[in-house]
């Protein structure tokens, strides 16, 4: 990327150093954490999208529109990641911190609290056959249910098959989704993940941002800390899988080419598909044209191009 007169050429890499790894699913680029990947695809999005969205999740208030954004190059606080995340955990819905949740006075009676919402029908002395009381969510819906599940399956496979593998050894058994970040020269190492109902960020990094060692990456580092901290708190509980909205189909895919799976096949995966959505089967076939537009050789006008279900980013 030319980046203007007098400028180096900014050449994103993967944290392991290889330029590129060729056609990779999304749910891959996740999991792997490919930065190409992710640079490609704000590129393709446009960065004024991706500021949209970095706004309605409350990540960032105004955030630069450049491409090494899409990397995490600029800064936000542990709070409000954890906060952006927890909307993935609750199917879409945006959260408010508080660092205080209720202010009651000497005789219990509750003077303040943060959650806003009303119970009319909470307050009956007995059960006399009424139905539950019906707790109305207010809170503001920023992206699609269906989209928020869509995540959460991806970064379940971050805990299951990618960066943050060292999570599901400590908690074997337990739904969790989550990701792992680290920043360049490991000056920071982040890791972000929930279960169905508990959101917990941890970061690691000096005061004052230097450099902590080669390796010391969010899944080496912060993961740790995430899976001692969740031990404890889910130690009297039991594992409870993550909530699938109503129309989301599951559907078995290669985990490579993310198209539907076939008999045989053992790399595979359960992919999340929105109504009205499906995976292409093994056998679509994917065209290309040549730089002046024409066909590639032996190839009819007709054939079909199909450039699969839109979940693959070259």
Not at 27 to 56: C, F, H, W
Not at 165 to 188: C, F, R, Y
Request: aromatic share 8%.
């Amino acid at each position: 990327m030319d980046q203007g007169p007098g400028k180096e050429v900014w050449t994103p890499k993967n944290y392991d150093g290889v330029s590129a790894m060729g056609p990779s699913t999304l749910r891959q680029g996740i999991e792997k954490s490919r930065n190409q990947m992710t640079v490609r695809l704000a590129q393709d999005m446009g960065m004024p999208l991706i500021v949209e969205y970095a706004r309605r999740f409350g990540v960032y208030d105004d955030m630069l529109p450049v491409l090494s954004m899409s990397l995490g190059a600029g800064e936000t606080t542990l709070v409000r990641m954890v906060a952006a995340y927890a909307a993935l955990a609750n199917g879409g819905r945006q959260v408010q911190p508080t660092l205080i949740d209720r202010i009651q006075d000497r005789w219990g009676h509750t003077i303040w609290r943060h959650d806003k919402r009303e119970c009319v029908n909470c307050k009956a002395d007995k059960w006399a056959n009424q139905p539950e009381p019906d707790m109305p969510d207010e809170r503001r819906q920023i992206i699609d249910p269906h989209t928020a599940y869509q995540m959460t399956s991806i970064m379940e496979g971050v805990i299951q098959r990618g960066t943050g593998t060292i999570v599901a050894k400590m908690l074997p058994g337990v739904p969790i989704a989550g990701k792992t970040g680290t920043s360049n020269d490991e000056k920071d190492a982040w890791f972000v993940g929930y279960t169905p109902d508990l959101v917990v960020g941890v970061f690691v990094g000096y005061d004052t941002p230097r450099p902590m060692g080669k390796g010391m990456t969010g899944g080496h580092v912060a993961a740790p800390i995430f899976g001692n901290f969740l031990k404890l708190a889910l130690a009297d509980k039991k594992a409870a899988p993550f909530r699938v909205p109503p129309g989301i189909k599951l559907v078995r895919v290669s985990l490579r080419t993310g198209l539907r799976a076939v008999g045989g096949e053992t790399d595979t995966v359960m992919e999340a598909f929105k109504p009205n959505e499906e995976p292409d089967d093994a056998y679509s076939v994917i065209g290309f044209t040549n730089e002046s537009g024409g066909f590639l050789a032996n190839e009819q006008p007709d054939t079909p191009r199909s450039l699969g279900s839109g979940r693959s980013v070259y």
